[in-house]
T-cell receptor, first 113, second 115 residues
Framework: GQQVMQIPQYQHVQEGEDFTTYCNSSTTLSNIQWYKQRPGGHPVFLIQLVKSGEVKKQKRLTFQFGEAKKNSSLHITATQTTDVGTYFCAPLHGSSNTGKLIFGQGTTLQVKP | DTGVSQDPRHKITKRGQNVTFRCDPISEHNRLYWYRQTLGQGPEFLTYFQNEAQLEKSRLLSDRFSAERPKGSFSTLEIQRTEQGDSAMYLC?????????????FGPGTRLLVL
C-alpha cells in the first residue's frame, strides 16, 4: 500500500539553527499535507501541496513538493523553542476523493534554547 | 466554532472490557475520521464517514472495533473485549468534503490504557 518515509526521525538543534525534514514516497502522490503535533497535543494542519514543484512559505517555514510528486520537504529557518514538536507529512491515499490521509512516522524536533 | 471534541479524554480499563468513545465534529463538517496513534508513530487510519455512511474501514481493524455516526453528526467508536494491544491514543478528525484544501481538524484524542 501507499507509504511515506520521513527522515530524520529525530533532530536536535540549537535555537537559531535551521531544520529540514524530508518525506519520500515510492509512488506518485496526488497531494500532500503537513501537520504539526506538539508534545501531548493533537495534529494541527499546516499546509497542503498539490502542484509539481510547488513551494509555499509560512513565515519561517518553507514547504516544497518535488517535481515528480514523490517527495516533499519542510524547512524551518532560524528555529525557535516554539517550533518544538513532531512534524508529519500525510499524503492523501489513492484518489483525493476519500480525504483519507496516510501519515508518515514523523520527525520530532527538539530545540535547545 | 468550538472545534472537534472527544470524550472521555482518558480511559483506563481492564482487559476484556468494552469501551466506547465519542467524537463531536465541527458542526458543518460532513466527513469524520477515526485514527489510532501509538507512541512514536503517526496517526493510523481506522475508518471514516461521510454524513452517516461509513465509507471505508481499515483492513487492520479487527471485528472487535465498530464505529457509528447515526445522524451524521457525532460518532462513537466501540472496542469490545479490549486487549492490551489496544492501548493507544484514539483521534477523531472532521473535514468538509469538496473544498479545495480538505483540511482535517483533529480533536484532542482519547487516551486508552488497557491493563
Amino acid at each position: 500500500g501507499q507509504q511515506v518515509m520521513q527522515i530524520p526521525q529525530y533532530q536536535h538543534v540549537q535555537e537559531g539553527e535551521d531544520f529540514t525534514t524530508y518525506c519520500n514516497s515510492s509512488t506518485t502522490l496526488s497531494n500532500i499535507q503537513w501537520y504539526k503535533q506538539r508534545p501531548g497535543g493533537h495534529p494541527v494542519f499546516l499546509i497542503q501541496l498539490v502542484k509539481s514543484g510547488e513551494v509555499k512559505k509560512q513565515k519561517r517555514l518553507t514547504f516544497q513538493f518535488g517535481e515528480a510528486k514523490k517527495n516533499s520537504s519542510l524547512h524551518i529557518t532560524a528555529t525557535q523553542t516554539t517550533d518544538v514538536g513532531t512534524y508529519f507529512c500525510a499524503p492523501l491515499h489513492g484518489s483525493s476523493n476519500t480525504g483519507k490521509l496516510i501519515f508518515g512516522q514523523g520527525t520530532t524536533l527538539q530545540v535547545k534554547p | 466554532d468550538t472545534g472537534v471534541s472527544q470524550d472521555p479524554r482518558h480511559k483506563i480499563t481492564k482487559r476484556g472490557q468494552n469501551v466506547t468513545f465519542r467524537c463531536d465534529p465541527i458542526s458543518e463538517h460532513n466527513r469524520l475520521y477515526w485514527y489510532r496513534q501509538t507512541l512514536g508513530q503517526g496517526p493510523e487510519f481506522l475508518t471514516y464517514f461521510q454524513n452517516e455512511a461509513q465509507l471505508e474501514k481499515s483492513r487492520l481493524l479487527s471485528d472487535r472495533f465498530s464505529a457509528e455516526r447515526p445522524k451524521g453528526s457525532f460518532s462513537t467508536l466501540e472496542i469490545q473485549r479490549t486487549e492490551q494491544g489496544d492501548s493507544a491514543m484514539y483521534l477523531c478528525a472532521s473535514s468538509l468534503a469538496g473544498t479545495v484544501t480538505e483540511t482535517q481538524y483533529f480533536g484532542p484524542g482519547t487516551r486508552l490504557l488497557v491493563l
